[in-house]
């Protein structure tokens, strides 16, 4: 209660601030006040005086004139899209995989700055980090399988040739890894919940290092646990995104469609690269490779 209580005043404190804005968009937390805190205040940058930032209050379902609702995290979007199905929503911090439903269903009404990694990019850091790579090993389970076939076929214009490993069950894990590595330069892994979690990323880490292999996302967290590296939306860039689209809904009366972030960082382990004999440029220059590599790819997607 303390710190709802507490973020309840600092956004009045950021409305106040703002109280000649033509615009009010009300904020639906997270249930942690640190992140909606700083998610709040990057917003209210990125606004700047076009629009006031409320608080949704415990209970409240409606906002006047339709004013929009941004959601931070996965579980404030669904308490408040259960409470009000009718609500203008803009979801943050969600995956792909978790908004792309409801904002098919519900064009205009319901958008979102995703929070994970385009596998695209991930693939392309890769490629920056082994420049000789030429086959991309993935594994997926038969329910996950679909959500690499987009990628699948972008990545030969990367000078890549992709080959997905199906696990058909978890004692299959390990077997099926075993033979992609022998395939793969790298592993590339995705936002597949059902593969990378807390219980197999340990055994998918030593596994794949004992074939001096590496593996590539399938987020910033994970490069903390032993991937070699892996892109991330840097706060500040979801900030900008999110407020494209409310200028978008403010001057229009609904939302675009949801897409990622422009902006992106990479996270590097530079323990396991020294421990794999990798060299890596720093960061400055990995991101700025990166960067020429997204373009002409993009370019060559027109």
Known sequence: ????????????????????????????????????????????????????????????????????????????????????????????????????????????????????????????????????????????????AGLYEPVVDKLPAMGLQPRVFIVDTQQDLIPTLVRALSYGDFLLAGPDDRIYNPSTIKHILLTTYRRSRIVIGPSQAYVKAGSLASGYAPFPGMAEAAADKLHHYFAKGEFPVPDYPDQYSVEINSQVARSLNIPLPDKETLEQELDQARAQFEGSEE
């Not at 956004?11 to 009010?24: G, H, R």
């Not at 996965?74 to 259960?82: D, K, L, W």
């Open 1 to 144: 209660m303390f710190l709802f209580a507490l973020l309840t005043v600092f956004l009045s404190t950021v409305a106040q601030a703002q109280d000649l804005a033509v615009n009010t968009v009300y904020i639906a937390s997270s249930g942690n006040p640190a992140l909606d805190q700083h998610m709040t205040r990057l917003l209210g940058d990125a606004l700047g005086d076009e629009a006031a930032l409320r608080p949704l209050t415990n209970g409240q379902t409606a906002t006047p004139d339709d004013a929009p609702i941004v959601t931070i995290g996965p579980s404030a979007f669904s308490r408040v899209r259960q409470a009000n199905r009718r609500a203008p929503i803009l979801a943050m911090l969600v995956e792909r995989s978790f908004i792309k439903d409801y904002a098919a269903r519900n064009p205009g009404q319901i958008s979102a700055v995703y929070y994970d990694v385009p596998l695209e990019l991930q693939a392309l850091i890769g490629k920056a980090v082994l420049p000789q790579a030429t086959k991309v090993a993935i594994i997926a389970s038969t329910e996950t």
